[in-house]
């Protein structure tokens, strides 16, 4: 269980905004429908339509996309992609098994994991995206652009500077989603177990408060000080 939930964990940070447009499945089963004694059984639920095969894309136009691809690298995107899903796998597992399996461990998921997915399969879906957005000539025209000196610097510069771009919205936005969690979290307890610890909030004193001293047998009690006596009573 501590490993699924540190390897899910990790991969919930690559996958996040694809997941948060995904209705999550429903965990209540659905009863099955029955007859009543003296009626017809109801009609059983139309089945799912399958999905609607893939547009044809025209030759030329596919070439194109391809040769454009190629120019601005996003042909790398599968591996890239995969490199990544691997390491948030490697950072999630890391904390949920020990040191000594973790090689042995990673070796045999990636070799499942690249035995699974499809690097074409990647790529013909960025082919399907780039036609319904662009027409032919569109394509043309970028390809152009980005065979020139212009074009080649913004694909050589552009992977440093999305990164470098990501990391300050993180670290601009992330204080801003734990400060927003821990409010939350009276209203969910669970919160605290998830939450790095609050580094701005006060450290509690680890020196006592002195107990009041305690009079030895057959002595006096300490006199009270000048300013806590009250003022006598003026005489009549």
Do not use: W
Not at 131 to 146: R, V
């Amino acid at each position: 269980m501590k490993l699924r939930t540190a390897v899910l964990a990790g991969l919930l940070c690559a996958a996040g905004p694809a997941l948060a447009q995904t209705p999550a499945p429903s965990t209540t089963p659905t009863p099955a429908p029955h007859a009543t004694p003296g009626q017809a059984a109801p009609a059983k639920p139309a089945e799912q339509a399958p999905p609607a095969p893939a547009e044809k894309i025209d030759p030329a136009k596919d070439a194109a996309i391809r040769h454009l691809m190629e120019i601005t690298e996003s042909s790398k995107l599968a591996e890239s992609m995969a490199t990544y899903i691997t390491g948030q796998v490697h950072n999630g597992a890391g904390r949920a098994i020990p040191a000594e399996q973790l090689p042995k461990f990673m070796d045999t998921f990636t070799q499942k994991f690249q035995a699974s997915y499809s690097a074409t399969a990647v790529n013909d879906a960025i082919v399907a995206i780039y036609a319904k957005h662009f027409s032919l000539e569109e394509i043309q025209g970028l390809t152009k652009f980005y065979e020139s000196p212009v074009g080649q610097r913004i694909v050589k510069e552009m992977p440093d500077v999305d990164q470098q771009m990501r990391a300050a919205g993180q670290q601009i936005e992330f204080p801003s989603a734990i400060g927003a969690l821990r409010s939350m979290a009276d209203q969910y307890p669970q919160l605290k177990q998830m939450l790095p610890p609050d580094s701005s909030a006060p450290a509690p004193s680890s020196t006592p408060a002195p107990a009041p001293a305690t009079p030895a047998p057959g002595t006096k009690a300490p006199a009270t000080p000048p300013s806590t006596l009250k003022p006598a009573a003026p005489e009549q």
